[in-house]
C-alpha cells in the first residue's frame, strides 16, 4: 500500500480543534500517528475517548475519513483475521507504545 500524506485533526477536551500532518500506510496507522503526535503537544488540553471522531484527510487525494476512537480501540484489540491485517495491528501498538502481543 502506498505511503501517503495525511491532516489527522482531533478535538481536545475543551472542544479546540488540533489538525497535525503525518505520513501513514494505513487510516488506522495515521490515527495512531496523528494521537501520538498530539498527545505530547502542551496546546492540547487532553483527547477524549470513546465517541470523539479522529478526522483524516489525505492530503494528495482529497479523500477525507472521520473514526471514533472507540472503533479504533476495538479495531486494535481484535485479535484474529489474516496475518497482514494483524501484523499492521502489531505495528500501531508499537507505533503508541502499547505491547504488541497478549
Known sequence: MPVRS????IKD?????HTVEVTAE???EAVALG???LR???WVMGIAQGLNTVQVSV?????EHSVKIKDF???LERSTGAPREISKRSRIKAILGLPTHK
Open 6 to 9: 495525511c491532516l489527522v485533526t
Open 13 to 17: 477536551m475543551d472542544g479546540v480543534k
Open 26 to 28: 494505513t487510516l488506522y
Open 35 to 37: 494521537l501520538v503526535a
Open 40 to 42: 505530547g503537544n502542551d
Open 59 to 63: 492530503v494528495d487525494i482529497p479523500i
Open 73 to 75: 480501540h476495538d479495531w
